[in-house]
Nanobody, 121 residues
Framework: QVQLVESGGGLAQAGGSLRLSCAASGSGFSINTMGWYRQAPGKQRELVARISSYGSTNYADSVKGRFTISRDNAMNTVYLQMNSLKPEDTAAYYC???????????????WGQGTQVTVSP
């Protein structure tokens, strides 16, 4: 099993920046796609950005041009640089990883515990 631990959330003013990190730990796995999702109160969880093991990325339209996802494969870590933050970015942000578990070659998904991002006007 893969454990994901997020860090970097907090409070920012509109127009400000925050950087989220998510580190994967465990044994007997290789990470495939990693991503960030968010869930605001009363809303469904939505994709923010994700990145493949080869570095291919895709973003939600609402964050394009403001957020950047990156990863360090050697460290099994994914980052989300959030710039030009808006109050509507306020949500709990969750890290997600799809991984292949060995020796069974089973593909599974794991979620982090979430980190709160609050953007004030």
């Amino acid at each position: 099993q893969v454990q994901l631990v997020e860090s970097g959330g907090g409070l920012a003013q509109a127009g400000g920046s925050l950087r989220l990190s998510c580190a994967a730990s465990g044994s007997g796995f290789s990470i495939n796609t990693m991503g960030w999702y968010r869930q605001a109160p009363g809303k469904q969880r939505e994709l923010v950005a994700r990145i493949s093991s080869y570095g291919s990325t895709n973003y939600a339209d609402s964050v394009k041009g403001r957020f950047t996802i990156s990863r360090d494969n050697a460290m099994n870590t994914v980052y989300l640089q959030m710039n030009s933050l808006k109050p509507e970015d306020t949500a709990a942000y969750y890290c997600n990883a799809d991984f292949t578990s060995y020796p069974s070659y089973t593909i599974r998904a794991s979620w982090g515990q979430g980190t709160q991002v609050t953007v004030s006007p």
